[in-house]
């Protein structure tokens, strides 16, 4: 009887570009106060990427490569990169054969994948099936996005969620039953009318038109999203524990997606978690879209423990939705 293999996570690298937006900063572009955006978000600053000709990519290579140091690996032994995001340096090639190109991994074969905020955890369930399939034996996971690139920073709503940033990992096959172990992953394209990009697509392509109304920016109807979300991530979670036969005590950490305070704690409520077990750095980053998720492994890898029961829960324009859970394997 061959042991079954799981694909763990070995290694994790982050990047979050040095300006810094803060909520003062905001108060000068848009009518809005500090008080008002840390009470309704949670967030105090996000990092933006500045310069010339910089692009998601740009954000992602940094990442892959603190990835590859860490786990002593050359990026020529990579046999596959996804990249989750909806900020894609162009619409062809791949941000993933980008990637790949700048840091050297040239064996590798890769695809992005569009699934916004739950992006990270639909390309790390994929990733693991090549694991779990035992055709792959490193598949590096990218959760990046360049969200400053479709902001309207005249729009108050939207503009004061959204940061840059990229978190990468590293699967590779285990047979000692730890990472990723069970994702409960949905969508709901109906949902698609209050969370969007209308232009730059083959519905409504560029034009004078579109670009005037201010169509190639996030549209979203706060309310409406903030509703499914707090819905969607609970409910998929606490769908997650059961299927699994876990119990609150039994989870080491919520590692949610940062895309509000309020839905985090209500997923944490619903999970029966104390706060003291769910990862926020949103207060630093805002909502980086793929990338919260492995930004938050990024910053508490310190603090996970070999075997720790991690659920990994996100909800995202599409809509889309899902958790995964992981056993941590180092």
Not at 39 to 59: N, Q
Not at 118 to 130: E, I, K, N, Q
Not at 259 to 275: E, F, Q, V
Not at 320 to 328: D, H, P, R, S
């Amino acid at each position: 009887m061959s042991q079954k293999i799981t694909a763990a996570i070995t290694a994790i690298g982050g990047y979050v570009p040095e300006y810094r937006l803060t909520n003062a900063e905001l108060e000068k572009i848009v009518d809005t106060n500090d008080e008002w955006i840390r009470t309704r978000t949670g967030i105090s600053e996000r990092r933006i990427l500045k310069g010339e000709g910089k692009a998601t990519s740009d954000l992602c290579v940094p990442a892959v490569l603190e990835l590859c140091k860490k786990r002593n690996l050359d990026p020529m032994e990579i046999d596959c990169m996804i990249v989750a995001t909806v900020t894609p340096d162009m619409f062809f090639p791949a941000t993933a054969n980008i990637v790949c190109d700048k840091v050297g991994a040239k064996k590798a074969w890769g695809f992005d994948m569009s699934a916004a905020c739950s992006g990270f955890l639909y390309a790390l369930t994929t990733g693991a099936m090549y694991i779990e399939s035992g055709r792959f034996k490193k598949v590096v996971v990218v959760g990046s996005d360049k969200m400053s690139a479709i902001v309207d920073y005249t729009d108050r709503t939207t503009c004061i969620i959204f940061g840059d940033g990229a978190g990468a990992v590293l699967l590779e096959p285990n047979t000692e039953g730890y990472g990723v172990l069970d994702s409960i992953l949905k969508s709901d394209g109906s949902g698609r009318s209050h969370l969007h990009m209308k232009a730059g697509g083959s519905w409504h392509p560029a034009s004078n038109e579109t670009v005037a109304n201010k169509e190639h920016f996030i549209y979203q109807e706060g309310q409406a999203v903030f509703k499914f979300a707090v819905k969607g991530m609970a409910d998929v979670s606490a769908e997650l524990m059961e299927r699994n036969n876990l119990k609150s005590e039994d989870i080491a950490w919520l590692v949610p997606h940062q895309a509000n305070k309020r839905i985090i704690d209500a997923t944490a409520n619903r999970m029966g978690l104390s706060h003291d077990k769910v990862m926020i750095n949103i207060q630093r980053y805002g909502n980086t879209t793929a990338a919260t998720i492995p930004l938050c492994l990024w910053d508490w890898e310190s603090q996970l423990k070999k075997g720790d029961n991690l659920v990994l829960a996100a909800f995202g324009g599409g809509f889309t939705w899902g958790a995964t859970l992981v056993k941590w394997g180092y």
